[in-house]
């Protein structure tokens, strides 16, 4: 969700996403997207080794143990790392609706933090 709505904040900025766990889209991040106009049911997450590219000026971690690894790999690496503590969503309870406000709650809280980020470029 941060990668689309960070591309639709700076579409001429070069975005990519990674997490430590590979899979499928997540149902609920699709739909919680579309109300934003944004579709990302074509794109599949990828761990971080599968980037195969580290010519980054700064990597945003969502999640303590992304950002423990991105750090490691930053004492090679000349980028800047910023922790966006995130609550992860995906194991938010109850009706389908309830889920979805889950779901909606993180992507406005990302949508604002990015919105704040491309502020200050």
């Known amino acids: 969700m941060a990668a689309a709505l960070a591309r639709q904040a700076s579409p001429n900025t070069y975005i990519r996403s990674a997490g430590l766990e590979t899979g499928q889209a997540d149902p609920f991040a699709v739909a919680v997207m579309a109300e934003k106009g944004l579709d990302?049911?074509?794109r599949k997450p990828r761990s971080l080794e599968e980037l195969n590219d580290t010519s980054?000026?700064?990597?945003?971690?969502?999640?303590?143990?992304?950002?423990?690894?991105?750090?490691?790999?930053?004492?090679?690496?000349?980028?800047?790392?910023?922790?966006?503590?995130?609550l992860d969503p995906s194991?938010?309870?109850g009706?389908?609706?309830?889920?979805?406000?889950?779901?909606?709650?993180?992507r406005d809280a990302l949508d604002h933090q990015v919105n704040e980020l491309f502020a200050q470029t």
């Open 91 to 93: 194991g938010a309870q």
């Open 40 to 42: 990302i049911s074509k």
């Open 56 to 86: 980054f000026d700064l990597v945003v971690t969502l999640a303590p143990e992304a950002h423990h690894h991105v750090l490691d790999l930053a004492r090679t690496q000349s980028f800047d790392v910023v922790y966006w503590p995130t």
């Open 95 to 106: 009706s389908r609706e309830q889920i979805l406000e889950s779901y909606r709650s993180v």
